[in-house]
């Protein structure tokens, strides 16, 4: 359990419970992975949050085969383009925070919550080393930037998974774009599952529709990502044409997948990571030398949501220099108030959490992004966004189709769209 705070440092504002006030209890992603890790057979469920109601674990353990396709990047707006998926609207999830895929993925590669497996962000402060990792892409940094790729020992070494496939009754099977499926990250995540790598989004019908009926009547879970939609968001916007071709793109594809599953014994469960939004204001922590002066470590976590390590007796100037370079761009808030607040999840934290997330979390206005680069790197530009917790970036959609399955009469089935305002 986090302690709760005690340094008079900052008060506990309304943004430090946003996060969990605003989510229905329940109603989460990582309850989702509940539902999953209890339905597939896990020999130790190492999440504490309870399964989906409306999706109970007797019902994803009553299927042969449960095929969950994550999509990087899903945002609710683009339900409007997506007629299909549309049509298997199940319900609407909240994301893990923050709300990114570094940490997201990690949670449904673990079973864990943000919290217990300790990766933060695409950048997450590593206290015993004094670096910073990168975990998706395995570098490793130190304060001038200099960064060193990680073998699969040595980024084991860093982050110590417990892959969720190695704890359930049933075989895997992990189908990744090829680019990626035999990464360092992804090698160490994939444990005991086949890793099946692919080039094209089109691919994916057939090569699915072969490996389900290849694996016959024997129980098994196959997990699928897709990826490019995220990179068009960041890149285009969310907002932008090459986004909506793409989804269209993407909801064919979709319905190629069912008509191929069709007769299958199968579950297929889509989601996403996080959301995306819009935004235009690109703050850049080095034309504020007075802030970075207060820091012993470059800001970590995510340009919506950064973890700042400020230097001892250095706090009341970390927060006046923010004030005066940022004003009410980037909201300042005590870590130790959003710690006990239990924003990073529930369960046993990880040993390294409190260090690894600092004193501060930085939470640029909606329309803003906070970058820390180092050394001639000049950092990211964004048209789009996620990581942080507005509506766009936390609320994630849930799709659900069944295939040549005949529940039982009193079988509890997901058949209404459960939505809230948050």
């Not at 430090?16 to 329940?26: D, F, K, S, V």
């Not at 960041?234 to 793409?246: F, K």
């Amino acid at each position: 359990m986090i302690a709760p705070p005690t340094d008079a440092r900052s008060p506990v504002t309304a943004s430090a419970r946003r996060w969990n006030l605003e989510a229905p209890q329940g109603h989460g992603f990582i309850n989702l992975l509940a539902s999953l890790e209890q339905g597939l057979g896990s020999a130790q469920a190492l999440n504490p949050e309870p399964p989906l109601a409306a999706l109970p674990p007797e019902v994803v353990a009553g299927y042969r085969h449960v095929l969950v396709w994550l999509i990087d990047g899903f945002a609710l707006d683009y339900l409007a383009y997506v007629p299909s998926l549309r049509a298997d609207l199940a319900l609407q999830l909240e994301a893990v925070f923050p709300s990114t895929t570094a940490t997201a993925i990690t949670s449904l590669f673990t079973g864990m919550s943000p919290a217990q497996h300790g990766l933060l962000g695409w950048r997450t402060y590593l206290p015993q080393a004094d670096r910073t990792l990168t975990v998706l892409p395995a570098r490793e940094s130190d304060h001038a930037g200099n960064s060193a790729a990680l073998s699969s020992q040595s980024l084991n070494a860093r982050i110590r998974p417990s892959p969720l496939v190695n704890r359930l009754a049933r075989k895997s099977t992990f189908v990744s774009p090829a680019r990626i499926a035999h990464s360092p990250y992804n090698r160490l995540m994939s444990g005991s599952a086949t890793v099946i790598g692919y080039d094209e989004l089109e691919q994916l019908p057939a090569l699915l529709g072969a490996h389900v009926r290849a694996v016959g009547r024997a129980p098994h879970y196959t997990y699928l990502y897709w990826s490019h939609l995220d990179h068009l968001g960041h890149e285009c916007g969310p907002g932008s044409p090459e986004v909506r071709d793409h989804l269209a793109a993407i909801d064919a594809t979709y319905s190629r997948l069912c008509a191929e599953l069709a007769g299958t014994d199968t579950l297929l469960l889509t989601t996403t990571d996080h959301g995306m939004r819009t935004v235009s204001q690109r703050l850049d922590l080095r034309e504020a030398p007075a802030v970075c002066a207060c820091l012993r470590h470059p800001l970590t976590g995510e340009p919506r949501a950064a973890l700042a390590h400020v230097l001892p007796g250095r706090h009341r100037q970390f927060r006046r220099a923010m004030e005066e370079h940022f004003g009410n761009r980037v909201e300042v808030i005590a870590m130790e108030d959003w710690l006990y607040g239990n924003a990073f999840g529930s369960g046993v934290p990880h040993p390294e959490l409190q260090a690894r997330a600092g004193d501060y979390l930085l939470f640029p206005d909606e329309d803003s992004y906070l970058v820390d680069p180092a050394g001639d790197d000049t950092g990211p530009c964004f048209i789009g966004a996620h990581g942080g917790v507005t509506r766009a970036e936390r609320e994630i959609p849930l799709f659900r189709r069944s295939f040549g399955h005949k529940p039982s009469p009193d079988r509890t089935e997901m058949r209404q769209c459960g939505t809230y305002s948050g």
